[in-house]
């Protein structure tokens, strides 16, 4: 099986973490400036499908139910829906950006030519293959599966991940609650949670931080961000603020809108996780703070105005892939040593280089910003 000469169809196989989704519409976007006239698919979890619906770029997203049924009736599944939606399937490609076994199968199910990693599971499979470089963004390795496409080198390298920007209906109640009838506020989001244990940075560090934005300046406004299941740990990081001026959004601000209200936001301050990709592809200011996983791992900030905040020279970082739950070394020196004082002043350094505020994501910014 070949590649075909005439590109009708991209199906995108993604079902990594979300904000590996996230990063994958950098390859979207480039996909739809090579190829005008195709038409492009994703394959991904619930989760992917709801933080990117109504992607201009996409023309269609189909669920992969990885876990709710036996595997073959998940592939049937997947092959059904995507057979209604291809303009042609002679003309169309899958491109794999997953490097699962389970992915490896499900490609080799839809019965089209494959573009995969060479490192991918089984990706022997593939009629295609590229290498993951270890040494650059995620956002250019995942571009790079076009490249068996005749995409080149230059404009992989100008790949940048993209998410529309939208606006709160002004009556809204979580325009409400982010008081955006007020223009002289300065709203500062904090995502504080992430699924590795080892990538928080202590609560009590984060209500440090808080409370020296909120003595700083009074015209700033904090706004807590998380999933439904972080709400003990922002409980945390909120007690003892005043109220007034800490805004929890917790069960209020599901994926669907982030697209709405990372915009309102001066700046965005969170770990190594999928808040800090889409501050990326939503091009909010952003101030990423890194322990167990370094930036050079290939998930640092991509926006205009960005800074990362970390403890530097220590040996053991970093200590694994995603970072584990517990500290290996039992010292969790890499988040433990990074001070409030050190992120309040990459915070105000951000906040002093930011633009106005705006809703057009029309323009790219330089992806890979010089580093602070």
């Known amino acids: 099986m070949k590649l075909p000469d005439r590109i009708t169809d991209i199906v995108w196989l993604q079902t990594a973490f979300i904000g590996d989704i996230v990063l994958t519409t950098a390859a979207f976007a480039l996909a739809f400036e090579r190829f005008p006239g195709a038409r492009q698919h994703l394959v991904t979890t619930k989760v992917g499908a709801v933080a990117l619906a109504g992607h201009p770029h996409l023309a269609s997203t189909v669920v992969f139910e990885k876990g709710r049924a036996g595997l073959l009736a998940s592939f049937r599944a997947v092959r059904t829906t995507l057979g209604k939606n291809l303009a042609d399937p002679r003309g169309a490609v899958l491109v794999s950006a997953h490097r699962s076994h389970r992915s490896s199968l499900l490609g080799r199910y839809l019965r089209l030519p494959t573009i995969n990693y060479r490192e991918a599971a089984w990706g022997g499979f593939a009629t295609a293959r590229v290498p993951r470089l270890a040494v650059v963004h995620e956002t250019l390795r995942l571009a790079l599966l076009l490249e068996p496409l ?21 009556d809204s109640e979580l325009a409400r609650l982010l008081r955006l009838d007020d223009p002289s506020l300065v709203r500062i989001g904090i995502s504080p949670g992430s699924q590795w244990r080892t990538k928080e940075w202590p609560a009590e560090s984060y209500r440090a931080l808080a409370r020296a934005l909120l003595d700083h300046d009074p015209r700033y406004l904090i706004i807590l961000l998380g999933a439904a299941s972080e709400g003990a740990l922002v409980s945390v990081v909120k007690a003892g603020l005043p109220p007034e001026r800490v805004v929890d959004t917790i069960g209020k601000a599901p994926l669907k809108v982030l697209n709405a209200v990372f915009p309102t936001l001066a700046v965005h301050i969170g770990n190594d996780s999928s808040p800090l990709q889409f501050a990326s592809a939503l091009d909010t200011p952003t101030v990423a703070l890194f322990g167990p996983t ?22 053991c970082r970093p200590c694994s892939d995603h970072g584990p739950n517990v500290c290996p070394l039992g010292h969790f020196k890499c988040m433990r040593e990074l001070t409030p004082a050190a992120v309040l002043e990459a915070t105000l350094a951000v906040l002093a280089a930011r633009p106005a505020l705006t809703v057009d994501n029309a323009k790219a910014p330089d992806p890979f910003p010089s580093p602070p």
């Open 294 to 315: 370094t930036p050079q791992m290939g998930f640092g900030p991509l926006a205009r105005h960005s800074r990362v905040a970390e403890v530097s020279g220590l040996a």
């Open 150 to 170: 005749g995409v080149p080198r230059e404009a992989i390298m100008a790949a940048r991940p993209f998410l529309p920007q939208a606006a709160l209906a002004p």
